[in-house]
């Protein structure tokens, strides 16, 4: 008897006590005893196949996306997780992350980063579409890592952020439609790239004022309680990467009762 693999994205290492939950509940009654989380801030588990149509038919109740052996739609990182709790840019607030990722029309096929330029705790260039905060209000620097490859092009102008989504479409769509000239050669053109996006409409053009400007990196605390202001957060790691889901539920109901409305997952495989 075989098993399957169950991955479900969490855009931009976020999701609702209540839908965790609710996810959690369909996994064990489909068999599954732990989940385990990637470095992309999505979450995983395993099941027997003959549970899949069980979980299949909760999963369309509760209008949960997910794939089955696969990996063909990256989730979006970001740094949402280290808002308050780590130095962040002064304009870039949950109101940003949660209006960009929820602007997503469409499924992206390849990896889209979401990262704010004062921290290290999320990776700034894993993704293949990488915005990175600029000091100017609501605009972004773009990165493009090329598929396959450890080119990084950085776009000439900034990206807006209500124009976030529809840059992703088209930059996703010319590097896939042109596979020969960009991804896994040993030089991509990167100018050409930006030459083939033609400019959004009503988008405000910005240029940069300066380079790019990185913090030094430190490896960040990812677990136990940690103080910041007058609160307190909780990292949760273990090192088998494997978290039970009789914990996991507990800690739910402990997130409830208690007016926690949000669990995040980081690159470090862990929980906040």
Sequence with gaps: MSN????INLPGGIVSTGDLQSILFAAESAGASSIRFGNRQQLYFEIEEE???????????SDTAYEINANNSPNIVSSYVSEDIFDSTGWLREGVYKDILDSFSFTPKLKINLVDSSQTFIPFFTG???FISAELSNYWYLYVRFPKTNHIYCWSTLVYSEDICEMSKRVELALLDHDDLFNDTKAPNGQL???MIPPLSGSIRQTPHSALQL???QIPCYEGFNKYGEHYWLGIYRRSERFPIVFLKDLCAI???SRVGQI???PWRSIL
Excluded at 4 to 7: A, D, G, L, Q, R
Excluded at 51 to 61: G, I, P, S, T
């Design 4 to 7: 399957v693999n169950i991955k």
């Design 51 to 61: 549970q899949l149509e069980d979980l299949q038919h909760q999963f369309f109740v």
């Design 128 to 130: 293949n579409i990488n």
């Design 193 to 195: 790239l930006e030459e």
């Design 215 to 217: 913090p030094y990196f």
């Design 255 to 257: 997130s409830i009762q």
């Design 264 to 266: 995040h997952t980081t």
